[in-house]
């Protein structure tokens, strides 16, 4: 064992003790169902319910519990509040024209929320038995969701260190939870295209960092950008990183370019995952979709400003848009950089993935 051999010893044991907790689920209903409001604007109306799972480093994990929506109560020293030791992870279930609910493919959230657990120092968990309470919470709350094509229940899976004392070591404690809300439009102006501001002197994510797990801690960084972002007329950062300026991603979003490249080819680009990238669920999906079309080249690449700047110039680019669970697809209008405005173009791939 690389740390304690207690600790790891643990892990294993615990791991396989965690196969049996989806079936010692315990479900408290609420007596007080809410009215369910008209499909509300992203992540400000919860559901009813709430799915809670606490693990020690003594006892292990405990019997899930499913129970009504309301406060936590956490020891003020808990290391996720002073260290950032947490985590979450963000995914859609949806409602089909028959009616049935989907979740998208959701074992992908398990598996990067299993990765940024380990680079958090959190406890591993199984990722389908916690899959498996998930979908018991959204089977619970399912009137909660929307009867809409656009629209769909966000579950917000969370993992928190709920160490009570003070120290930056692993926790002895932590508490897995899941909040279920409505998700209807994620920006105020969806019809519209994004706009956004370039500018080296802020860093989303740096190599050897934490930018390619769900940490909170990358998320309350970009405020202060994502503020300055809005002076500057616009509604998100193009989070721009090294000497060169290289494009990473745009808010909260994985970004794609479809254009014609330097050597004369159409292509749709995106930036690899070399540590800097969130792996988004729907960047995968993009990437896989539009490979099985085979119309056009499709290419994990690096991408500057420079280039992107020449290809509008000589009208290379056919479209530019962004990726995300909560979002979707956004197509991206303008981009403010080094006092210039960029004007993209109009974004029939945008449309068509939106409808995939
Ligand atoms: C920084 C960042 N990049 C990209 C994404 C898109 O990831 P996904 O498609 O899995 O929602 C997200 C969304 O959570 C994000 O926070």
Redesign the pocket.
Known sequence: CRFCSNYCTDFFFLSIVFFKQAADLVIQLSSTPKTKPEVSTFGSVFTDHMLTIEWSGTEGWQAPLIKPFGNMSLHPACSSLHYGVQLFE??KAYRGDDNYLRLFRPM??MN?MSKSAKRACLPTFDQSEFLECIRRLVEIDQDWVPYSDSAGLYIRPTFISTEPSLGVKKPSHALLYVILCQAGAYFHNEAEALSLWADPKYT?AWKGGT?DC?MGG??GCSLLAQYEAVDYGCQQVLWLYGEDHQIT?A????IFLHWINEDGEEELATPPLDGI?????????ILELTRKWGEFKVTERYLTMSQLCSALEQQRVREMFG????CMICPIGHIVYQGTVSKGSTHPHTHYLSAQ
């Open positions: 963000g995914l992908l959230n990067r989303r930018g769900k990358n998320y991603e808010g909260t979003m994985n990238i969130l792996p988004g669920v729907t960047r995968q999906s990726s995300g669970t909560a």
